[in-house]
Structures are given as structure tokens and as C-alpha cells.
């Protein structure tokens, strides 16, 4: 089994890194959408306009991708014996948190659709910061293997 993923390690590497990108991508858009989404009024058409776009993000881009995502990077792991190494536990309490965003996020843009406000432009600008930050934290991590 193992050596068997080894033999496709790298088509492995290329969708973890292909959906990765997806998923950062996603998870950029959705906070713009939701600042867009704040200039319709609660109930009007084009609330019900942003809602459905971001729907469509949600179950075209975001979750798919998480999903690939986590299930690539677990292989890779798995078939290069990574898990004892302190990299990968950083990382991985580095992607919890990404993943954690992507959840609190979601459930924020759900309100939005619903009619509730939960938040600010200006704290959605802040948070469209978020994943940028986690991005150069983790690719400095598998990079680097600094421990
Ligand atoms: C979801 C849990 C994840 C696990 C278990 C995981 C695990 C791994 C593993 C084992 C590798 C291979 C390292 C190597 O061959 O040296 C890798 C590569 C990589 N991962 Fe992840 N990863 C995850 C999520 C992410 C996320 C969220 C990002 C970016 C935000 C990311 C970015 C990368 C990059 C840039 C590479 C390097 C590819 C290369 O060697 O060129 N990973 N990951």
C-alpha cells in the first residue's frame, strides 16, 4: 500500500497543492461576497442574489476542496511515515485553525443569507487577511522542515 503511494506520490502533490489553491481562493472570495452582500438591505433581491452566489461558492469550491485538501495531504503523510515529525504537527494545528475559519465563516455567511448582520466591513477586510497569513506560515513550514 504504502509503496504503492509512493509510486504516485508527486499526481498526489499536484492535487494537494491544485485544491489548496482552490480552497484559499474560496476562502478569499467569500468574505468579499459577504462585504457586497452588506450593501442589500435584509430580504431584498439583491441579498438574495449575493446568497445564492455564495451557496454556489460554498458547495462548488469551498467544501469540496477542504475535503481533497485534507484527504491528499493525510495520504502524503501516511506514505512518507511524516507523522511523528514536529513540521507536520505544526502544520496540522496550523490548518485545524484554516479549517476552523472556514467553518465560522461559513456559518457567518448563512446568517447574512438568513437577514442577520454579524458583521462589520471593516471586520470582514481584517478577516479576509486570515488565510494569507496561515498560507505563509504553512508553506514556510513544509518548505523549510525547520523541527
Ligand atoms: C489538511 C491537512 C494537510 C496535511 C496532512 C498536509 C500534508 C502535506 C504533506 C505530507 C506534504 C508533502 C511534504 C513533502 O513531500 O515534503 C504537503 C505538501 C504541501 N502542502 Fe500540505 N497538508 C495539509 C494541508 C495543506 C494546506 C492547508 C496548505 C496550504 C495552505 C498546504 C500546502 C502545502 C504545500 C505548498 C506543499 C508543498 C508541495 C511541494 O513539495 O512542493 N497543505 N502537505
Redo the contacts with the bound molecule.
Keep these: 500500500m504504502q509503496s504503492t503511494l509512493l509510486q504516485i506520490?508527486l499526481f498526489l502533490?499536484i492535487g494537494?497543492?491544485t485544491f489548496?489553491v482552490f480552497?484559499?481562493a474560496g476562502l478569499f472570495m467569500l468574505p468579499r461576497q459577504m462585504i457586497y452582500m452588506l450593501d442589500h438591505a435584509p430580504g431584498s433581491p439583491g441579498e438574495a442574489r449575493w446568497a445564492e452566489r455564495s451557496a454556489k461558492l460554498r458547495k462548488i469550491i469551498l467544501t469540496p476542496s477542504l475535503i481533497v485538501?485534507?484527504v491528499?495531504?493525510?495520504t502524503?503523510?501516511y506514505a512518507?511515515g511524516?507523522f511523528s515529525a514536529g513540521w507536520?504537527h505544526a502544520?496540522?494545528a496550523?490548518?485545524l485553525l484554516?479549517?476552523g475559519y472556514h467553518g465560522w465563516l461559513v456559518a457567518q455567511s448563512k446568517k447574512m443569507a438568513r437577514g442577520e448582520r454579524p458583521l462589520t466591513e471593516t471586520r470582514l477586510r481584517v478577516l479576509g487577511e486570515v488565510?494569507g497569513l496561515?498560507?505563509v506560515l504553512?508553506?514556510t513550514l513544509?518548505?523549510l522542515?525547520p523541527f
Design positions: 506520490y502533490k494537494h497543492v489548496m480552497w484559499l485538501v485534507w491528499l495531504g493525510l502524503m503523510a512518507m511524516f507536520l502544520k496540522l496550523l490548518v484554516l479549517s488565510p496561515l498560507l504553512i508553506v513544509v518548505y522542515k
